[in-house]
């Protein structure tokens, strides 16, 4: 796995003391400056709590594959200052740091090309920024309802919120029926 390489002093200069939350992803877990609601449902599902909680310039971790910060607002101005070292995806909330030519689209390319399979044959959907690319590049590529404008953008499709079992929605319009008219 490709590790996100950033100035580590001057990242905890930038976000120790800011307002936000910052959760280091690490090959051997989460490191957060607090836990939140999205942190506990992580550690419900996958019944592994963050390996340290608070000051993160204590914490002792490596290698690590994502930087979160969670500002509450977009904050372009902050997120800008990594972009040099690393690719910056900007949310609605915050941002994230990865290494560069990490994606969900590099993930699937990878497997697509080691099982021969074209991406004019692949359905993708997603409601996040880190979802454009994928979105783009797959056959079918499907926006949730409850993704942002640009995220809608780079769709063929747009299907319900997630909330609203959107999914589901297109599995079902979609996939099901263009299955069964094509069973003989």
């Known amino acids: 796995m490709k590790t996100v ?13 800011g307002p936000y939350n910052v959760i ?9 400056k607090e836990t939140n609601e999205e942190i506990d449902g992580w550690t ?14 204590q914490a002792d971790y490596q290698e690590v594959l994502k930087y ?14 990594f972009r040099e070292e690393a690719t910056v995806i900007d949310w609605n909330n915050g941002f994230e740091i ?5 994606s969900k689209w590099s993930a699937i390319k990878s497997l697509l090309n080691a099982y021969r399979i074209s991406p004019n044959d692949v359905v993708a959907i997603g409601d996040g920024p880190n ?7 797959v056959g079918t590529g499907v926006a949730m309802g409850n993704a942002s404008t640009d995220v809608k953008a780079a769709a ?7 909330e609203d079992d959107g999914l589901a929605e297109f599995i ?3 996939l099901c029926n263009s299955y069964e008219s094509s069973v003989i």
């Open 5 to 17: 390489q950033v100035n580590e002093e001057r990242f905890h200069n930038l976000t120790a003391d």
């Open 68 to 81: 979160s910060v969670q500002t509450g607002t977009p904050c372009p101005e902050l997120s800008s200052l």
């Open 156 to 162: 063929d499709f747009v299907t319900g919120h997630h």
């Open 172 to 174: 079902e319009h979609y």
């Open 44 to 57: 419900k599902v996958g019944h592994i709590p963050p390996r340290h909680i608070g000051d993160l310039r």
């Open 98 to 102: 990865v290494a560069p030519g990490v």
């Open 131 to 137: 979802d454009i690319d994928m979105l783009r590049h």
């Open 24 to 32: 280091i992803h690490t090959e051997n877990g989460l490191y957060c």
